[in-house]
């Protein structure tokens, strides 16, 4: 039982602590801005082009899209740069020195994210509500709920997977605003998947966010839970893979940087 309350501590002092380390250089103005802001300028920007391109002032499709990809900017960069700032300050070395359970220190840099990321999902949709009439009506809290949690949490496995990319490349920013910007095409935020050619929807599919805001949309629209379990349950297992393809990767590097006496980089 010791054993338990302790990685329990483990999991949450770590997760704390990597997110408090990430964003302390932060005042609150400007990451107030970075969740109402960025979130306003996406939706407008991608819903006015729908209206143009489709002649419809109907454009829930956008305004949901975007609103949920939104939750990629705490999945993807956030929790990458919660991985890969660990090389970047120093800290690596002390991490990898200790002792700690390594899954439980490394699925512990996701959960802030997670949380975070919902909320930003929350302000976008919120937006929609202001600005574009988005009726929320039909939606069911419960699954609406359900549906985002899952939806992030397999985003951020994408996420851990790119941050340990980072401790092996010299620019993982330049990474993460390319797979940041192919989940506006590919997920079908914008684009609908049907209208795409067959070998992007194959890809499509492999990546997170796809099931997880055709789900969202379902459930706007007033789809029950049971309707949208298979969509979730392919979301969670393409996180999952990403999730273990990532922590795979991490004990790889550990292991080469200690095969070869440096604990910064291999």
Known sequence: MKAVWLD??????SAWLSY???????????YLASKIIMPLAQIVFFSLIGMFASGSRDVSFYVIGNSVQILAVSAIFGVSMSVGGERWSGTL????????NRLILFVGRAFMHILDGM??????????VVLFGLD??????????????????STSGLGL??????LTVVDVMFVNNTVYFALLIFSGANIPLGTLPAWIRAISFLLPL???????????AGNSLSQVVPLLVGELLVGLAYLLLGYLFFRWFEFQARRRGTLEAV
């Open 161 to 166: 997977l790119m941050g340990c990319l980072s």
């Open 119 to 128: 909320m930003g999902v929350l302000f976008a949709l919120g937006w929609g």
């Open 20 to 30: 408090v380390g990430l964003f302390s250089w932060l005042r609150p103005g400007t």
């Open 8 to 13: 329990i501590r483990l999991f949450w002092e």
């Open 93 to 100: 070395s002390y991490l990898f020195g200790t002792p700690a």
């Open 210 to 220: 796809t099931r997880g805001i055709e789900a969202v949309r379902m459930v706007i």
């Open 136 to 153: 929320l009506s039909h939606t069911s809290p419960p699954a609406f709920g359900l549906t985002l949690l899952i939806t992030t949490i």
